[in-house]
Nanobody, 125 residues
Framework: QLQASGGGLAQAGASLRLSCEASGHTSNAWTMGWFRQAPGKEREFVAAFRRSGNTPFYSDSVKGRFTISRDNGKSTVMLKMISLQPEDTAVYYC????????????????????WGQGTEVTVSS
């Protein structure tokens, strides 16, 4: 199961934080990703975290503004978003694989088995 929280309304330049907690999994080498879907657009990769090596990955559009990290000792991943822009407006989904996703496929949504319910982020200019 995945439980996402956070998001909401923000002005351009502000910050928001998303959180996603996974439960019921068995692997210690899990992978969690964040994807987003803006109105009228396809879902796109935002960031991912591989528990093995505690390695973060980012899309070019958020690199340097978003930080993905793990809550120590937990299967909870946070996505800290700073310098938000109106183009960041979307429904954000956390996704989870109870296992390791290879680096070359980390940005593919078909690599993730479980999906959270989605949380809205709206950034006004």
């Amino acid at each position: 199961q995945l439980q996402a929280s956070g998001g909401g309304l923000a002005q351009a330049g502000a910050s928001l934080r998303l959180s996603c907690e996974a439960s019921g999994h068995t692997s210690n080498a899990w992978t969690m990703g964040w994807f987003r879907q803006a109105p009228g657009k396809e879902r796109e990769f935002v960031a991912a975290f591989r528990r093995s090596g505690n390695t973060p990955f980012y899309s070019d559009s958020v690199k340097g503004r978003f930080t993905i990290s793990r809550d120590n000792g937990k299967s909870t991943v946070m996505l800290k978003m700073i310098s938000l822009q109106p183009e960041d407006t979307a429904v954000y989904y956390c996704a989870f694989r109870d296992g390791q996703v290879i680096v070359s496929a980390i940005r593919r949504d078909d690599q993730y088995t479980y999906w959270g319910q989605g949380t809205e982020v709206t950034v006004s200019s």
